[in-house]
């Protein structure tokens, strides 16, 4: 209700600021007698963890998972998971300049007017720190779901795309370069990009595509809860996302219904997928491909003017280790996003058999 | 939970079938004491309704609004509002040819599979007919809000746009032509083209760009439920919508930060808004805007295949009347969708204070 | 969210006030493809409507339903269920008098109170007129589970009280008195005491027990949402209720654990059932029962005090058609609910297989 | 939804087994600013506490609460509240013994068959180790209305009864004896009972009554969400409850109207008050009272006839250290609840404003 909460049947529950003690989260929802595989929510983590390339932020944080709750000798029991992720980076002293700050493109402002207080460390509850969280969830709901394929990947950086439908590409390149383009060529431009960029002080945008596949037929609720809807609404709570479009997205909008409908197969397949894997909210089986566009990180280590609590411009010097470009850690939280609403569906559609 | 709703505080469920007795709702959480300006209502409604003009379907339903509850000698008495809207021209027999036929790109197919059975009469509950409940709820919202200024227009059809930035355009222009796009003389184009269109038997996508004024400081609420999370679960909830950008958009993944972050100016307002006037998800204070594509209808009056419940691929001749374009009549459901989404975190900011 | 909703998945939404044109509901959840029983529906509607005993009140209600959406060609589609009852017997002027009066424990105050403004005409929202839509919803569930047996009885209407243990009771003469006591020569009493009562002007309070057979094992859903804590909630939610109790209830707080604690038989059943058919918040499959109380209806035919909005004692005469005993009409209204708590659990278990 | 929240805009939501690492929860809609008093919190805490009189169950528990985030130098920041209980006194072997047994009257049948894996140390989730995490989110909603006084007492142990009406004790005696009955003689007796109950290795009930003074008017949301089936609801929840009462409750079923209606005075208050300060659903601005009944625990240390999963009748041989009686640690649990119905519906009924 007060935002904390993604899913109805399986539900991921966060708390936590970046420098807090710890950031958490309760899923709920999760079928009971799932072996879990805590190698692959780990692996899931350090994809998404600060420090584990040159071209991400520096900061490091092991960011390991404990699970209190819900699982028995290896096996979810269908009791609520909790789970903690302790801050063990915290520094809060790097903070004390902003504290009567408001950064520009930050949510310093929104928050410090909506709760008339705010956590001003590190962004607090704003930082993108608590998408760890989405991550171990979406590592588990992945688990729930073990034909379901979900691959993500870097298709732009500034200016650099990746032309290449999903179709051309090999999904187990992706994590074969730090930027997470599956297309070498391509990554290697991307990284160099990056690395220009974080030379200047400055920061880079970028979009990720992602691709889900042998997703059963017959997920999603019409009217509101449409299957893409619902991927939408994921994707945009993720920090610094600015768009989504699925199937043929913006394109579409330029097309001719004769050129837009995609004509079955006997088998209920269908020729062309311009919608997407989705229709009338609910998958038909084809592969779901949509892409989502993050805007530059908003901390730069330039001077910038920023406005004071009193009501001043001051002149800000920005300091810190983050990101250069948010993509690439992006990919995992994609996923993960896109899995919890894949099982929040799949779990309800259970109610129709 | 299935679908059917869409707010928390401020809530519409709805119900009804295309070629149902009726189409109906129920809104919940309207403040008491709200004195109704029913000829608004209808207002929102005739901009939704088929038959409005030439390039939009001949179908003829007034889709008027019979209120059941919640309203005693013309003001709201915070008890839920029923209400009701006829089908008036249901003309069932025109779908028995599609009885048991999946169109291409249509929800025929994924309903049937999901429910095992569905009203094919002119897509049941999958038709947009639904969304003239959208716009009566959507048209008390804005009521509950009468400082917020809502503006929806057509910003493209197929590959003509209106490139103008939104601070350019007279709103008060949108209703004065029948495509709803400010720009007259783009206008023109655009009906020029719906019309040739029409004429081939064919559709064309388009999209529709709306701007939020005056709203608050300090709607929305992270994490998930982000202020621009909602607007997107909102906009691709509504028929033929395929993609969502607020702000920069999918410009702002091609931007670096320096060139993206919004400089503040003393009094808390900023001197450019790629942000699109939402900053961690809660509302700013300065303007928000977001884009919304359509695509093109899928019923084309022209032969297409279509499969059968058999698994047999037929020819199917496109029939009945239908919008070449949905965008000119999609503009007020924009809008009323917009209004849920303001109403329901207008309402929700009320527990901080 | 503002209290219109009963249930999660299977889920039933109300509005109306006794004397607007019409009340109704929409009810989600239900799966699809169930042939429904049109004529079960209304007979549990004749249970409820006014005007079907001597004993009852003599206003004329048909409280005939009208489907709107949600079923095709007899079945169920998966989509909401629109439903209408309308207020034929709505006699206004009837209520001019209370207008600015708050009436002795009824919800007049409190509803002024809360909104600032009320319908006065006849208890508006807070009228047990609503009750007529819990029983549309809950002729529906019971149909969703077959199986399933759901019998609710008076157990006592003043100090008369039905001693008898329910294994002792044949539920099928429960219908063939008015009074809807399965026991002939209680029933005689009871019907008795109602006229006895109805001619001093007066009202009397009542017990309903009901009691649930063949119910699945592990429906409910720990913590919070405990079987017996929904079915509390459900009961308490209807007019009239002070209290709720199940198994061994508050005779059960007076005994010993070596007293209390149910044996088990070899197949998982139990040789005693102070349990009430639920451990732990969820069903172990042995007879679910609990008991309602209701207290006298408030409006009584004799000259009371009362409140005027400026704060002056009045004197009011009582009048109009009203219930001297409310428990006889309120049986189908207990099955009702506890149907829906039932559907609810039924479908959300699902979710575990 | 699976039962691990309570409340909608102050919401606790929970997770943990009696015997994993770790309890704890998440608390959402607290408001920001306010400034947590951490003492009174581990105070209610005390009062739930293991070990605290000798009769109690011996074990110990320190119970004390670790917060993680939501809260900045001492004051609420409108985030989440996340927590930890550490579970310090495990002892895991001690359950062993009942790892393939179904103990009478617990849960261990009910989840097993539910879940088809259960946590069968000490209860698991079924355990009221979990009511812990609910005293922590109580004492929080508590401190967010000074002004509303929650009292809870023990009110009757077996067939021992304080008779005398709330408003004839002297609450701040109720936590002056053990049994947390603000009568010292009756309270002697109580104790006198526990013992020579405990003595016998068995167990006994009891009841609790609790009365909430100062509440504003107009908290409740009718028609589903009424303020008395949400305690009742909340109350039902609790481990071990068998009935709820309010008002006049079981007694109101046997009254006529003419003396159950509450006559009013001129400033709205009523001269009695057997409605139990709730009309329709709605607070009136009395004093609101209930009554709950809780049943003998189940574990007694007496030789009991058990069922192992293999379908055979087992003796077994009660131990461990359990509570005679569970009403005086459950008065602060009542407390608790009843805080957090009244919270969510104060924070619900700002949207009135």
């Known amino acids: 209700m007060a935002g904390n909460s993604f899913g109805t049947l399986f539900k991921l529950t966060t708390f936590g600021e970046s420098h807090g003690k710890a950031i958490g989260g309760i899923i ?6 799932l072996e879990l595989d805590f190698d692959a929510i780990q692996k899931e983590m350090n994809r ?4 584990q390339s040159d071209i991400v932020t520096q900061r490091k944080e092991p960011d390991s998972v404990e699970f209190l709750s819900g699982v028995f000798e290896g096996k979810t029991t269908g009791t609520p998971i909790g789970f903690l992720i302790n801050n063990t980076n915290q520094k809060s002293k790097d903070y004390s300049h902003i504290k009567d700050v408001y950064r520009p493109s930050h949510a310093d402002y929104t928050y410090q007017k909506k709760y008339g207080i705010r956590d001003y460390r590190g962004g607090g509850r704003s930082s993108a720190r608590e998408t760890a969280c989405r991550v171990v969830a979406g590592a588990i709901a992945k688990q729930l779901m073990p034909n379901v394929q979900i691959n993500a990947y870097t298709s732009s950086v500034g200016d650099l795309f990746l032309e290449k439908p999903y179709q051309d590409l090999d999904f187990s ?3 074969t370069n730090p930027v997470r383009c599956p297309d070498e060529s391509i990554a290697e431009q991307m990284i160099a990009k990056i690395k220009a960029i974080r030379k200047e002080g400055d920061t880079i945008g970028g979009t990720i595509t992602c691709v889900l596949q042998n997703v059963p037929v017959g997920l999603g609720e019409p009217v509101f809860d449409k299957l893409h809807a619902e991927l939408g609404k994921a994707m945009l709570s993720i920090n610094a996302v ?3 479009e699925y199937g043929s997205g913006f394109c579409g909008a330029r097309m001719k219904g004769s050129e837009h409908n995609d004509l079955f197969n006997n088998d209920g397949s269908t020729k062309t997928n311009l ?3 989705i229709q009338g909210g609910i998958s038909n089986g084809m592969d779901i491909y949509f892409r989502v ?3 530059p990180v908003a901390t730069i280590i330039q001077n910038q003017e920023a406005l004071d ?5 001051v002149e ?3 300091k810190g280790r983050h990101d250069p470009c948010v993509v690439p850690r992006a990919v995992p939280i994609v996923e993960a996003m896109a899995a919890l609403v894949l099982a929040d569906f799949y779990l309800m559609n259970k109610m129709y058999t």
């Open 28 to 33: 709920e929802g999760c079928s009971a007698g």
């Open 48 to 51: 998404r963890k600060p420090g």
């Open 173 to 175: 390149k992706i994590d």
């Open 242 to 244: 600015k768009g989504f």
């Open 275 to 277: 919608s997407g894997g």
């Open 293 to 295: 566009a993050f805007k």
């Open 309 to 313: 609590s009193s009501g001043t411009i």
């Open 316 to 318: 800000m010097q920005g």
